[in-house]
């Protein structure tokens, strides 16, 4: 394996310093779209506030997976597909207006399924804690004539992920997984301080490493976007199929050693 520290400042940890799940909720909901710097009025194009999503489903001691950012409910709307409403959590599985958030079904298919992996075990979160609009999104508002103030977000993820860390962290320290599995290259090389798309993809590699997170070492694997897979990239599919067969023993070793439990039981 190989070894990362990860910095993490004792100023930015001693201000998030929740002693269970809810009160990190709590902290999530209220402090975090300043502590991002996220914009005023930030609303989807029908005035709906655009929310931060903390963990739901989060069991400690298990798997945890960390996307990029939440996805959100879509209406059809004059022949458009519109976001209009935040979900309920990270992956939400639930079925909304238009389908099932097609990111529940992306980590279900492509990730937990193959590695016997059940949402119970695992501790389910992002890295960006808000939905995050695309040009096309913001241009949705002016094609509706909302008078919604539209932001670009997506455009500035990496701003938003770096200020993200010491919220990622916390959530590390307060479940203590066995294993973490990032998605996508963008928060492997977030979490991991790379820079560069070639170094980033390069991380993807299914071979878990540590990290040092405050005083203690965890383990940590980096997986390709299970959107890419779900598209039948065949590059990244063989890259996948291939490393969840190396994986899913070590894994399952992992979690019979303890049980998981979930954070104030």
Not at 47 to 64: N, W
Not at 96 to 105: F, G, T, Y
Not at 137 to 153: E, Y
Request: hydrophobic share 40%.
């Amino acid at each position: 394996m190989s070894f990362i520290h990860l910095r993490l400042c004792a100023e930015e940890v001693k201000s998030m310093n929740p002693e269970n799940l809810a009160e990190y909720q709590t902290e999530v909901y209220r402090d975090y779209g300043k502590s991002i710097s996220l914009p005023d009025n930030y609303c989807f194009l029908n005035y709906e506030p655009v929310k931060p999503l903390p963990p739901v489903q989060a069991t400690a001691g298990g798997i945890m997976i960390v996307g990029a950012y939440p996805s959100a409910i879509f209406q059809r709307i004059n022949k458009r597909i519109v976001p209009v409403k935040n979900l309920n959590e990270p992956f939400d599985p639930a079925s909304h207006d238009v389908s099932k958030n097609k990111s529940a079904d992306e980590l279900d298919q492509k990730i937990l399924e193959p590695l016997g992996i059940t949402r119970s075990m695992c501790w389910i979160t992002n890295l960006v804690k808000v939905f995050l609009f695309k040009p096309e999104h913001v241009k949705q508002f002016l094609d509706f004539k909302s008078s919604a103030a539209g932001f670009s977000t997506r455009d500035d993820f990496e701003i938003y992920a770096k200020k993200s860390l010491p919220w990622i962290f916390r959530e590390i320290e307060l479940s203590q997984p066995k294993l973490i599995i990032t998605l996508g290259a963008e928060v492997a090389g977030n979490m991991r301080e790379v820079k560069g798309k070639k170094a980033r993809n390069d991380l993807l590699n299914y071979k878990i490493a540590k990290i040092m997170v405050g005083q203690r070492e965890y383990r940590i694997v980096h997986f390709a976007h299970p959107g890419i897979l779900m598209r039948g990239n065949p590059k990244w599919l063989k890259i996948h199929n291939e490393g969840l067969k190396e994986l899913k023993a070590d894994i399952q070793a992992l979690l019979t050693k303890e049980n998981c439990v979930q954070p104030g039981s």
